[in-house]
């Protein structure tokens, strides 16, 4: 049976992840896609795009054999409406482009998305709801706690730990053993050499705090 396939946000991640499924040997086969699921109607408008928007998110009543697909970069808003969408039932897939290179004992989350030229080392773990964008890359003995997202080119060296709704921005990098605090966020080519607390925003090379969220009392 081909199942219905849904993609979760129609902004430019969205629409370049639908190429991408379109490239998977699975694609027609085990699931199709059906277009998108955005509460702002007017997302793709501008665009010449082979898939439309099917339903808003709000409104979206899943099938028992429909599949929806995350293409969502923010960690928070990842969260939030996935958690939305499963409390009605909907069943999340991931996706590991075909250029992508995986070793031994590595452990994938539900809804982990890998894009094209990810490189996955060995005895690693990434979480749930995931995201690598293209050529991000994690060395051996990595972490990556649920609904973090990488953007493209970051490396992850040995023995790196990113906590839970991480925002990780292009060409960052973390240097082996850094530690990374959930909600944290690392600028574009931020290279962070210490460890980086829970709610912080790094930027820089070397990293250094520019914002710090506000502690419960």
Request: hydrophobic content about 40%; aromatic content about 8%; overall charge negative.
């Amino acid at each position: 049976m081909t199942r219905s396939l849904y993609i979760l946000g129609a902004g430019g991640f969205g629409r370049e992840l639908y190429y991408w499924l379109q490239q998977h040997p699975d694609s027609g086969r085990a699931w199709k896609v059906e277009g998108f699921l955005d509460d702002d109607a007017g997302a793709l408008e501008g665009y010449d795009f082979p898939a439309k928007i099917v339903s808003g998110i709000k409104d979206f009543q899943p099938a028992p054999e429909d599949l929806v697909i995350c293409a969502l970069g923010n960690p928070s808003l990842k969260r939030k409406l996935i958690s939305q969408l499963k409390s009605r039932g909907a069943g999340f897939m991931g996706f590991v482009h075909p250029s992508v290179v995986m070793g031994e004992k590595v452990e994938l989350g539900e809804g982990v998305i890998l894009c094209p030229g990810v490189i996955l080392t060995s005895c690693l773990r990434l979480g749930d709801h995931v995201m690598f964008n293209c050529h991000s890359s994690a060395g051996h003995d990595v972490e990556v706690g649920s609904f973090s997202t990488l953007s493209g080119h970051c490396d992850l060296t040995g023995f790196c730990r990113v906590g839970e709704e991480v925002l990780l921005g292009s060409g960052a990098r973390l240097l082996p053993g850094v530690q990374v605090g959930d909600r944290a966020v690392v600028g574009a080519g931020a290279v962070v050499l210490r460890n980086v607390k829970a709610g912080t925003t790094v930027f820089g090379n070397p990293a250094k705090v520019v914002w710090q969220e506000e502690q419960s009392p």
